[in-house]
Structures are given as C-alpha cells and as structure tokens.
C-alpha cells in the first residue's frame, strides 16, 4: 500500500560517497547497506536476523546499488545515499549530484592516499560547501598508512581535518580503532565475514601516548572552530563530555570548517558501523540548510527561496533519468520544498509544461516502495514524467520557482 512520507527531517540525511576509483566507494557502500539491511530486518521480524550468514543475507537481499538514489536505516535515521559519478569527464553531473546531496563521504585508499580524482570532485565539493568526512579506507593492505593519508589530506585538500579516530595495528594486524571522542577502543575481535559488531574495550596501553596526543589535536581543532569549546578550554582544559563534543564537532564540521576523519577496512568489515554513527551525528539533516535559491521563470535576477518545509510551495529538481528494467522511465528527484503527490499535476517550470505525477518511489537495496506524497527533504524516483530532463524543476504552479539557472554550474545553497 502506498505510504505518505513526511518524515521528520531532522533524522533524514541526504548523503553522497565521494572517491577516486578502486578507493572502495562500491565496497563501503555495500557495506553500509548490509548493516542498514541487517536493523532494517530485526526491527521487522524479531528473528536474529544480523546472525545470518553474511552470503545468505547478500544472496537474500540482492545487494547491489543500482539505484541513482538509494534509501537505508541506521538507528531511526533515514539516510538516501546518492550516487556521485567519481569520473570527472561529466562535470555537470557530478555538481548536479553535489546539489541534491547536504553531506558527504570522501573515501580514501590508505596506500594511494588523496589521489588526482578525489582533488578534482573535492573542490567540486568545496564550491558548494557540502560539509565532508574523510574515510581512510583499505587499512588492512600491505603499505597502508592513515597518519600519511591525513598528512596528504592536508596538503593536496588543504582541508582541516579532525581526527576522530586512530587505528589499532596495522596492515593484516588491523583490528579496530581508539575512538577518541569517547576515549575507547572498539575492536572487531575474530571473523568479521557475519556482519558482528565490534566490542568496546579499554585502550591498549601502548597506543596510551599517541591517543593522548591525537586526543589533544581534536580538543584544540575543534577549539579553534568553535568559540563555545575555546571558552570552556581556555578555562578548565578538557573536560568536556561526550554529547558537547559531539555537538561541537557537528556544528564545526556543518560550518564546513573541519572534516573529521574516519578510518577501517570496508573490505573486512571493520569501520563501517562507526561511519554510520559519524554519518548520523555529524551530517547534515535538510533542515541544516537554510533554503534552496532559485528564481522567477524567465527572469533570472528575481531570486526567489524556498525554505526545507511541507508547507512551503513545492518545489523539485529533476537530477537524473534512468531506464528501469521493470518501471521504464524514472525520474530521481529532490524536493526542496512542499510536496510531491502521486497523481497530481504540477508545473515544470523549466520548460513551463505541465506534468502529471504517476507513481512515486523510494529505491532500497533490494526493493522499491510506492508511496503517495512525499515531502521536502527527500529524495524520490517519479514514474510517468514526460518532458522532464535532468536539471528541471518541477513546482507549483501558482508559485514557479526555477531552481536551476541556464548557466548551471553556479553555487546556490547556503548552510545555516
Ligand atoms: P570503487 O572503484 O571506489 O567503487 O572501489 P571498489 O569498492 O570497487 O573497490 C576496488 C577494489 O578494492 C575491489 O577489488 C575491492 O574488493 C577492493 N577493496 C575495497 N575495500 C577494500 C579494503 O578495505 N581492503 C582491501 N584490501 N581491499 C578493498
């Protein structure tokens, strides 16, 4: 049965997985599917689904993202995952695909380091100001190092990054990460081919030193971004919890001042839950972005915002059409503002047409779920659009906004 989705948009984020090819993009995503798949499935049925052998689970579910979007849950949080093309030869569509999105996870091989793709799409990325994590990839390959890539991070990204973990041996010995925000280990001790999750235990003694230290350079990063956790520092030194760092490395990281850094092996399953949590606590929701500028059809001076509300007028930008070997013609759209509802009519306000909306899709893993309305925030597959191309709105009719200008590329969303 067709559903209404109007979830509430703090607990959605709208992410991308940025990386140079062979990083692990295709690998990490998978993984993350795989451990969404694994709550999606307790959460349904009770039945100790996560102790299911890994292949089973994989064969079940069809993992595979065929999708322009796909959408996943982690922990009561709905994130869509879309696709950003890592080749550079489309540039339009990589910054199209870095509109649609309101965070991202640049993916670094820990051997090869930043390498010339991930420059190109970063600063990409920068123009638009989408606030970015690091994952430091492919730790458990012969020569990976993760204090080189950050180093390269600095200084082919001149980025400001932020250690939030350090890992725990190296090369075939490497087994989990020192979290150094809440100053534990977490250790995936044994096979990790079934999906299990990692034990907290307490830091090895001897990375006692170096997480001190790292520790150290979190506190006075995040200091330097943020005049709340300067103040507290200056005055009584490190004593902060782990909800206030969190919030702080959030707002830094949302000001698009730091990136924070992650780091694992998606190939051996290990990294991946604590990306996930990183994903949910320090990317942005839609409601982190003040509105999407647009303007008047016709008249490009007359700018025109719409705010990430159901109650605004709707409108939409069309950012990729795919053939679907069941459904035909999709179009992946994002709302920005109001609703979107299966069977109505609106206006494409690009080519000034009007379409009717047939049926409306939100693409998962293994399956696609027809819903009746969807509101601002989410990202969407609409069946039966008919002169609708990628970087067309689609909006109310009484209240047109064009969302994208004749000469796209032009950075247009603002962060709160
Ligand atoms: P993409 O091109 O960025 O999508 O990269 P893929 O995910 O396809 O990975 C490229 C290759 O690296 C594949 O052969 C993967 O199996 C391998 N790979 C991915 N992640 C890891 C990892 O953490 N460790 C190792 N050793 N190999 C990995």
Not at 47 to 62: I, N, P, S
Not at 209 to 232: H, N, S
Not at 239 to 257: G, M, N
Not at 269 to 281: E, M, S, T, Y
Request: overall charge negative; glycine content about 8%; charged content about 25%.
């Amino acid at each position: 049965m067709a559903v209404d989705i109007t979830t509430d948009l703090n607990a959605v984020r709208n992410i991308g997985i940025m990386a140079h090819i062979d990083a692990g993009k295709t690998t990490t995503t998978e993984r993350i599917l795989f451990y969404t798949g694994i709550t999606y499935k307790i959460g349904e049925v009770h039945d100790g689904g996560a102790t299911m052998d890994w292949m089973e689970q994989e064969q079940e579910r069809g993992i595979t993202i065929t999708s322009a979007a796909t959408t996943c849950w982690w922990k009561k949080h709905q994130i869509n995952i879309i696709d950003t093309p890592g080749h550079v030869d489309f540039t339009v569509e990589v910054e199209r695909s870095l509109r649609v999105l309101d965070g991202a996870v640049a993916v670094f091989d820990g051997v090869a380091g930043v390498e010339p793709q991930s420059q190109t799409v970063w600063r990409q990325a920068n123009k638009y100001a989408v606030p970015r994590m690091c994952f430091v990839n492919k730790l458990d390959r012969t020569g990976a190092d993760f204090y080189r890539v950050v180093d390269s991070i600095v200084q082919k990204l001149n980025s400001t990054p932020l250690v939030l973990q350090i890992p725990i041996g190296a090369e075939g010995d490497f087994i989990g990460v020192v979290d150094l925000v809440e100053m534990n280990a977490k250790v995936w001790r044994g096979e990790t081919q079934q999906g299990e999750d990692y034990v907290v235990e307490e830091i090895p003694a001897d990375l006692a030193d170096k997480a001190a230290e790292y520790r150290e350079k979190l506190v006075e990063t995040l200091a330097e971004a943020d005049d709340d956790i300067m103040e507290t520092y200056l005055e009584d030194g490190d004593t902060f919890d782990v909800p206030t760092l969190k919030a702080a490395i959030r707002r830094a990281t949302l000001a698009d001042k730091v990136n924070p850094i992650l780091t694992g092996t998606a190939f051996k399953n290990k990294g991946v839950q604590p990306l996930l949590d990183a994903i949910v606590d320090y990317l942005p929701s839609p409601l982190d972005v003040e509105g999407i500028v647009g303007h008047k059809p016709g008249d490009e001076e007359t700018e025109i915002l719409r705010k990430p509300s159901v109650d605004e007028p709707l409108s939409a930008l069309a950012f990729k059409i795919a053939a679907d070997p069941h459904l035909g013609k999709l179009t992946f759209v994002r709302v920005y503002s109001g609703k979107l509802e299966a069977g109505g009519t609106v206006l494409n306000s690009s080519n000034g047409r009007k379409e009717r909306i047939g049926k409306v899709y939100q693409m998962h893993a293994n399956k696609r779920e027809e819903i009746a309305s969807v509101g601002a925030g989410q990202i969407v597959a609409v069946m039966g659009l008919k002169d609708t191309r990628t970087g067309h709105t689609l909006a109310d009719a009484s209240k047109p906004v064009v969302l994208e200008s004749m000469t796209f590329p032009a950075p247009v969303i603002s962060v709160a």
